[in-house]
């Protein structure tokens, strides 16, 4: 099946620089995306690779290596607001659609601290 | 602009009980639609998604079931809720073609 791992839980410092990273295990992803969720709210759309290499978007970063299946999320000069689960997730094409179903990671909570 | 809603916001409901759950977008037309679950502390987890009016695909057994009666209207319904339907019910949409999905505000239902 597919899946993808994420870490559970990091902790970095306000105005420093963290990484998410993120291993998927399928060969059927058209890419990878990156959502946030605060606590209690909706995920919203941050980034998204299909093509090998480095987006950039502001303060975020993301990267993508489809030969191993990894990639990650990177957020510069951390803010205490960027405290949320990150999820990346896989698009896979669903027939006659023409559109995307998304596998989802378990997420990963960033604590942004003093 | 879009916009997607969904109500109720939060639900207690007993065991054995019906759920309906309704979700709605603006402000577009012909979108696909997603019902998706998120567990305390996890990931989610796509339930249903539609194509089209009356076009339904499911992901996942359960007792739950969706309909699209309009084209901008999508509902999560159950005859007998189980303690294990307990989370947060997330609806989401997306035009083809997109990678970007657009998540309704949610409902957080917990079974009793």
């Known amino acids: 099946g597919q899946s993808l791992e994420q870490p559970s839980e990091v902790t970095a410092v306000e105005g420093a620089i963290v990484q998410i990273n993120c291993t998927y295990q399928?060969?059927?992803?058209?890419?990878l995306s990156w959502y946030q969720q605060h606590d209690g709210g909706a995920p919203t759309f941050l980034s998204y690779?299909?093509?090998?290499g480095l987006e950039e978007t502001g303060r975020f970063s993301s990267f993508l290596s489809r030969s191993d299946s990894y990639g990650y999320l990177l957020l510069q000069e951390l803010q205490m607001k960027d405290s949320a689960s990150y999820f990346c997730a896989g698009p896979t094409p669903y027939s006659g659609a023409g559109s995307y179903q998304l596998t989802f990671g378990k997420g990963t909570k960033l604590s942004v601290i003093p | 602009s879009q916009t997607i809603h969904q109500w109720p916001a939060t639900l207690v409901q007993p065991v054995g009980s019906p759920l309906s759950l309704e979700c709605t977008v603006e402000?577009?037309?012909?979108?696909?639609l997603y019902w998706y679950r998120q567990a305390a502390g996890r990931g989610l987890q796509l339930l249903f998604y539609?194509?089209?009016?009356?076009?339904i695909s499911s992901e996942v057994p359960q007792n739950l079931s969706a309909s699209r009666p309009q084209d901008r209207q999508f509902i999560l319904s159950s005859k007998k809720l189980l303690l294990s339907d307990s989370g947060f019910y997330l609806c989401?949409?997306?035009?083809?073609?997109?990678?970007?999905?657009?998540f309704g505000p949610g409902t957080r239902l917990t079974v009793t």
């Open positions: 399928t060969s059927g992803f058209y890419g």
């Open positions: 690779n299909g093509l090998d």
């Open positions: 402000g577009t037309s012909n979108p696909n």
């Open positions: 989401a949409w997306d035009k083809v073609p997109s990678y970007e999905q657009y």
């Open positions: 539609s194509v089209g009016i009356g076009q």
